[in-house]
């Protein structure tokens, strides 16, 4: 499908893109391009082929979420800029 100028120029407003006469051309070249190889992809038999969301198998790449002890709070607040009855101090975001 080859693209006009003035679809180029079209899709180029509602990209909000200013485009010069060069990129115009080179644009309605490269698109035609695109849509003509697209055009081929849509000749091609998919039926015996099942929907697919990924190509490469699932997995967890996440360690298992194990409980454990936590950090002693002394051990934690120890290198806080600012701690107030035992919890980090920081400045008011709001007023």
């Known amino acids: 499908m ?3 100028r003035q ?4 899709i180029a407003n509602l990209a909000r893109l200013t485009l010069t006469d060069a990129e115009i051309a080179l644009y309605q070249e490269q698109l035609s391009a695109v849509l003509a190889f ?9 039926d015996a082929i099942p929907p697919t969301a990924t190509i490469s ?4 790449v996440m360690r298992g979420d194990k409980p454990r002890p936590s950090m002693a709070r002394d051990d ?6 600012q701690v107030e ?4 101090r920081v400045q008011a975001v709001l007023e």
């Open 85 to 88: 009855k035992g919890r980090f």
């Open 76 to 81: 934690i607040l120890s290198n806080a800029p």
């Open 38 to 46: 697209a055009a081929r992809l849509q000749t091609l038999d998919t």
């Open 57 to 60: 198998p699932a997995r967890d």
């Open 7 to 10: 679809e180029v120029i079209h």
């Open 2 to 4: 080859k693209l006009t």
